[in-house]
């Protein structure tokens, strides 16, 4: 079983920055594609950023040029650094695992709010 937890989220005002840390329990983690994702209420989960154990890195349009997604194998951690920050990116965000047999594990969020 992986346990993911998610923390760095609060309350800032828009044009402000955030970093979001998730810090995994499975040594496998640097083996692994870590994803950020993020669910604002009433709407579905979506991806905002990708990083593979090689480095290649995926973001969703609405977050390139203001969002850094990176980790740290020797911490199994995967960070989001996250600037320019607008009220559209309030939401609840999670990370997501993925093992050799595609199964997924997610964290328990932590929350961003923007304010305008």
């Known amino acids: 079983q992986v346990q993911l937890m998610e923390s760095g989220g609060g309350l800032v005002q828009a044009g402000g920055s955030l970093r979001l840390s998730c810090a995994a329990s499975?040594?496998?983690?640097?083996?692994?594609?870590m994803g950020w994702y993020r669910q604002a209420p009433g709407k579905q989960r979506v991806l905002v950023a990708t990083i593979s154990r090689t480095g290649d890195i995926v973001y969703t349009d609405s977050v390139k040029g203001r969002f850094t997604i990176s980790r740290d194998n020797a911490k199994n951690t995967v960070y989001l650094q996250m600037t320019s920050l607008k009220p559209e990116d309030t939401a609840l965000y999670y990370c997501?695992?993925?093992?050799?047999?595609?199964?997924?594990?997610w964290g328990q969020g932590t929350q961003v709010t923007v304010s305008s």
């Open positions: 499975t040594s496998t983690f640097r083996f692994r594609t």
């Open positions: 997501k695992y993925t093992n050799w047999v595609n199964e997924d594990y």
